[in-house]
């Protein structure tokens, strides 16, 4: 946590997405009274945001200023619009474009120049703010570009209904409960695994000795006999690992899922202030680059810009609790780079940042730094996974079946 602020940070999930009856994690935080008194209401639960929820935002330019909101929301309209089109190649046999990119670029060049009433400046403003929202989608997928993004399969994400909620006691605080219900010790941390035998007959010592098919192998040499192993390491993970963490290998069906599925970063960086600089209603501070369009190539210069694929802060409420902290999210090569600075450098980056964006150049920058780092930390190395172009969600199903595979599996 911060300091000076009783405050707790979230380095990894942050909301509950749709929290409603058909979402696991809403139903279980229901059950163990996990949730504050709003999120729990009804209405609530109701509220379709297509995945996209609505917060009182301000939108700020590279300019120095706050954007024109009316013709912020029309050019992210036409995102929303452009996105959710893409729900019609769904089982396409000839997608028009590879990538959710290729098609959201190639739908932009085509309309934009017919909008903004063929104003120059009001179309370069829509192109900014169209190049904004494919950042922000970047890190809603959890990749450095929409161009990786498979179009095809991208229409199978679903949106369940509610107002996306946090958990008061922090997302730890459904882990733990699911915890205390097992016994004592049954769960152990700090064990590394290093092999996991999946296809044998190991005897365990003693007299009524039985033989188990499982021997899971720990880095500090302890071992496990087992009926079952289950195995939810990050994709990321198993990316670098597979080849030596399974005996025998994968079927190579399985090594291709783990090949072909993507796997990006999405990092946190919070910001904690002396004294709030936005208004208390505010909740979302974005910001665009005013020179920006999606329809040219970023300049470059990842070590020199890479604090541009920086989306904006949400302000995390309530600051009673939290002190005046934001919460910057950052997605991809971008933001695996920040991982490698130091906090000052992050701080500097950040101060520079927002002192451009609220044309203020006497801003104080804030009093500390704390940031997430899932592309440097070994047992994740990202954050979450996309189904990437040549990919495809059988690719998923494909990585949860169980083995040995059962040869009467129909799949």
């Known amino acids: 946590s911060l300091p000076a602020a009783s405050g707790l940070a979230e380095m990894g999930a942050h909301w509950i997405h749709g929290p409603s009856p058909g979402n696991p994690v809403f139903c279980l935080a229901s059950r163990y009274g996990l949730l504050g008194p709003e999120a729990a209401r009804e209405e609530n639960q109701q509220v379709e945001a297509g995945g996209h929820p609505p917060m009182p935002s301000v939108t700020y330019g590279s300019s120095g200023k706050v954007l024109n909101p009316k013709a912020v929301r029309e050019a992210r309209d036409l995102f929303y619009a452009l996105l959710a089109s893409t729900r019609a190649f769904q089982g396409s046999k000839e997608p028009p474009w590879p990538s959710v990119g290729q098609y959201v670029r190639a739908e932009i060049a085509r309309t934009v120049p017919t909008m903004a009433g063929g104003q120059e400046d009001a179309r370069q403003l829509q192109l900014a703010v169209l190049a904004a929202c494919l950042k922000l989608e970047c890190c809603i997928s959890g990749t450095h570009s929409m161009d990786l993004v498979g179009l095809e399969p991208f229409g199978e994400y679903v949106s369940l209904p509610g107002l996306d909620c946090t958990f008061p006691g922090g997302y730890s605080s459904l882990a733990e409960r699911l915890l205390s219900d097992l016994p004592e010790g049954t769960v ?9 035998q999946w296809q044998g007959s ?28 289950v195995i939810t390491v990050p994709l990321g993970f198993l990316k670098e690992r597979y080849q030596e963490l399974f005996q025998p290998p994968l079927p190579e069906r399985k090594a291709q899922a783990i090949r072909s599925l993507g796997f990006g970063t999405n990092n946190k960086i919070f910001l904690e202030f002396e004294q709030p600089f936005w208004e208390p209603e505010q909740q979302l501070l974005e910001v665009v680059w005013e020179d920006e369009s999606p329809l040219e190539e970023p300049s470059g210069d990842l070590e020199a810009n890479w604090f541009r694929k920086l989306i904006g802060f949400v302000v995390l409420q309530p600051p009673e609790q939290h002190g005046h902290v934001l919460c910057g999210f950052i997605a991809g090569k971008e933001s695996e780079h920040m991982e490698t600075l130091s906090d000052a450098e992050v701080l500097s980056a950040m101060t520079r940042v927002l002192r451009t964006m609220t044309g203020n150049p006497e801003l104080p920058p804030p009093r500390s730094v704390l940031r997430s780092r899932w592309h440097s930390a070994p047992y994740t190395r990202g954050s979450y996974s996309y189904v990437a172009v040549g990919s495809s969600g059988d690719d998923i199903d494909v990585l949860a079946q169980p083995l040995p595979e059962d040869p009467r599996d129909p799949r």
């Open 188 to 196: 152990l941390f700090d064990k590394a695994v290093r092999t996991i």
């Open 202 to 229: 190991f005897r365990e010592e003693g007299d009524d000795a039985r033989v188990f098919p499982v021997r899971v192998e720990c880095e500090d040499g302890d071992v496990f006999l087992a009926d079952h192993v």
